[in-house]
């Protein structure tokens, strides 16, 4: 079959095949898809660069799939073959960026009507992060929430959840993508390249870090009420992760934890994790005309650098996504 490979790592080093192996019959809960569309991550990029080798050493990268089911293990309960599903999958598995590719059903939800593959493979893992992060905050409507980030795949996202839980929303971008990020429903915008959101002292009730900044936490405490919350889904790291950045990492949560208990402030730090009920909410966001997908490009499978580089540049507008065709 078709799809991306690396042997070794560095973007460089990825490489189109045609004579990939295809994954084995799926056994218990697992599920083959035939891959329509695969959407990429910043995650694809750090583990195609070697950041993460501590954590996972995928061949074939990819963890977002939109596609159609194929065969089923004998323990699927939810698909049967012909069903058009997406999901996100372990990401030390991943495999998603070639034609078929197995994930465990726990991952997967069935596409709502109306979603095509593409638009659909732009959605799972960073709306399940958006979704995780504000139901961590305990957004109530009515509450000013400060989405970091909100032009990203994460934030653009969580501009859209936050706006459909009742909050009012307020996100920092560049300049440039102000409209673009009222036009998912923020009410008003920050340039961070302009101003420093700890200025608005005491104005949000949430803080939700998509960027993942050290400043942002001290300007943060100083943006929020009393008895506000600051979530981070984010680390902002270039290199590997090794040991050391893990304890400084590590130290960085300990320090919040400590820092936000005497601030009056309360800290949470989350991290993706895949899910078919939190896709299904996603799911039915959507259905209700809250949600829609945001997709900035798509590329054919063949135009996998270009990807790769626009995602490593840290400026997408909301998701790029593989379009994968059949030989
Ligand atoms: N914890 C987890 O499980 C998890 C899962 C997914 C992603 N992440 C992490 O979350 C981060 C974001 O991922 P993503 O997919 O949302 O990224 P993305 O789609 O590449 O978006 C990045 C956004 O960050 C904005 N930005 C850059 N510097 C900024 C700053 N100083 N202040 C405000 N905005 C800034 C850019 O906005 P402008 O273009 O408007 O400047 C851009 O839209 C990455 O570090 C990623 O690794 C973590």
């Known amino acids: 079959m078709r799809g991306l490979f690396y042997e070794r790592y560095g973007l460089e080093a990825i490489r189109l095949r045609d004579d990939l192996p295809l994954p084995a019959q799926p ?12 959407g990429l991550n910043q995650a694809d990029v750090k583990i195609a660069k070697g ?12 963890l977002d799939v939109a596609g159609e089911v194929v065969a089923i293990g004998p323990a699927v309960t939810r698909f049967k073959v012909g069903d058009s599903v997406y999901g996100s999958t372990d990401f030390r598995q991943g495999g998603t960026f070639a034609e078929v590719v197995l994930v465990d059903e726990q991952y997967l939800s069935h596409i709502p009507k109306g979603l095509s593959f593409s638009e659909a493979a732009s959605i799972p893992l960073v709306s399940e992060l958006a979704l995780q ?26 501009i859209q959840l936050a706006r459909a839980m009742g909050a009012r929303v307020t996100a920092t971008c560049s300049g440039g993508n102000s409209e673009f990020c009222k036009s998912l429903g923020a009410d008003k915008t920050i340039d961070y390249t302009m101003e420093n959101f700890g200025e608005r002292a005491g104005e949000f009730d949430i803080v939700v870090d998509t960027v993942g900044k050290a400043e942002h936490f001290t300007q943060a405490k100083s943006a929020l009420k009393r008895r506000g919350r600051f979530v981070s889904t984010a680390y ?10 893990i304890f400084v990492f590590a130290a960085t949560i300990v320090y919040r934890l400590c ?27 959507y259905s209700d005309g809250k949600f829609k997908p945001v997709i900035e490009a798509e590329y054919k499978l063949e135009q996998f650098r270009e990807a790769f580089l626009r995602q490593e540049s ?11 065709t059949l030989n």
């Open 133 to 158: 992060a504000l139901k961590a905050a305990d957004v109530q409507p009515g509450e000013s929430v400060l989405i970091l980030g909100g032009s990203g795949g994460t934030g653009s996202a969580a």
């Open 259 to 285: 820092s936000s208990f005497f601030s009056s402030i309360s800290f949470s730090n989350v991290n993706a994790s895949s899910s078919h009920i939190l896709l299904e909410e996603i799911s039915k966001f």
């Open 51 to 62: 950041y993460v080798s501590m954590f996972t050493s995928i061949k074939v990268p990819g």
């Open 236 to 245: 902002d790291h270039d290199g590997p992760m090794s040991v050391g950045q």
């Open 314 to 324: 840290n400026r997408t507008r909301g998701k790029s996504v593989l379009v994968l």
């Open 27 to 38: 056994i218990l809960s697992q599920v083959r898809i035939q891959v329509k569309a695969a």
